[in-house]
């Protein structure tokens, strides 16, 4: 059995600034595209970073109606080369189990010790599960602006995405395409034999691949699904059932097809990785 698993560790760097730092700007919409921004104070178990609102806030309220949400984490350096941070997007969830919420409480307590825990019942906690994010250092080398000049370079990495697996695509022109979802452990999200409806990409979580009631492969954080039966207009080679509680982006069958047939390459791409893929299925291992 195979376990294929994305960029899903940051590198220490990036880690190690996100836990130096306390505060995390937000930023939401309405479902009707009403922005917000709002800072809160966050911990993080790697990528994932955690905060607590009040339920009743414009932020909780954003997130209920549109989970997608993009975050900024730095601190002001008057001299630019001095400036470091993290921007990045994701999906925002509230943390319903008790086990969770016990734990990320557990997390605000270490970093923040002078904070008294207070009502936790009054507030909710809410999981950014990243989709991308960026580390800005101008700290190094090639770091050419003098401090404080207006339009200096800002240098930027990327740290962690989960489109890193995916073939050539513009990461811009298929995230608008892409529609968030989730799954509790035991759902199956597609069924061997079913048609190609949509295409997948796995954010958090983990899922197997299940083909005559055995299982194939696990998926993590980062791996994409859903590709052969569309490109090859064929019944779905597996199911795909989660095995954690999971976040997904989905992708109707025919805007793939219309992003894979603008992105050069792409098809060509994704032959290989069906073509890699299939020698495990058609050999039964
Ligand atoms: P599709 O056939 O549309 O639906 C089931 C999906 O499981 C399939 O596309 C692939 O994305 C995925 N899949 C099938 N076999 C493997 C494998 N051996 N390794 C990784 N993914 C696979």
Redesign the pocket.
């Known amino acids: 059995m ?1 376990t ?1 698993r994305a960029m899903v560790e940051l590198p220490p760097h990036v880690l190690e600034y996100l836990s130096a730092q306390r505060t995390l700007t937000l930023a939401t919409a309405s479902l009707a595209g009403v922005p917000r921004a709002s800072t809160f104070l966050y911990v993080n178990d790697g990528p994932t970073l955690y905060f607590w609102s009040r339920p009743q806030t414009t932020t909780a309220r954003h997130i209920e109606q549109n989970p997608t949400v993009s975050f900024a984490v730095d601190d002001f350096a008057s001299d630019l080369r001095q400036t470091k941070g993290v921007q990045g997007s994701g999906e925002c969830s509230v943390l319903l189990s008790g086990e969770e919420i016990a734990r990320v409480a557990d997390l605000f307590g270490r970093k923040f010790p002078d904070l008294s825990p207070g009502n936790t019942m009054s507030i909710s906690f809410f999981r950014v599960a990243p989709i991308e994010l960026e580390f800005i250092d101008n700290s190094g080398e090639g770091a050419s602006a003098p401090g404080g000049t207006f339009g200096a370079e800002f240098h930027r990495e990327r740290s962690y995405s989960v489109f890193e697996n995916l073939p050539a695509f513009d990461t811009d022109t298929i995230t608008g395409q892409l529609q968030p979802s989730t799954a509790d452990a035991g759902d199956v999200i ?1 069924r061997e034999g079913g048609p ?1 409806d949509k295409f997948f990409v796995l954010v958090e979580g983990e899922v197997e ?1 299940v083909r005559g009631g055995a299982v ?2 696990t ?1 993590g954080p980062g791996a ?7 490109m090859r207009d064929v019944p ?3 199911s ?1 059932r989660a095995t954690k509680p999971s976040k997904l982006l989905a992708m109707e069958r025919d805007a793939f097809r219309d992003v894979m047939a603008q992105a050069l390459g792409t098809t060509a791409e994704f032959d290989k990785v069906i073509r890699d ?1 299939l020698g ?2 058609e050999s039964g291992v």
């Open positions: 195979t294929e597609a190609a691949l194939l492969a998926l994409f699904f859903g590709e052969m039966a569309i779905r080679s597996a795909v893929r495990p299925l």
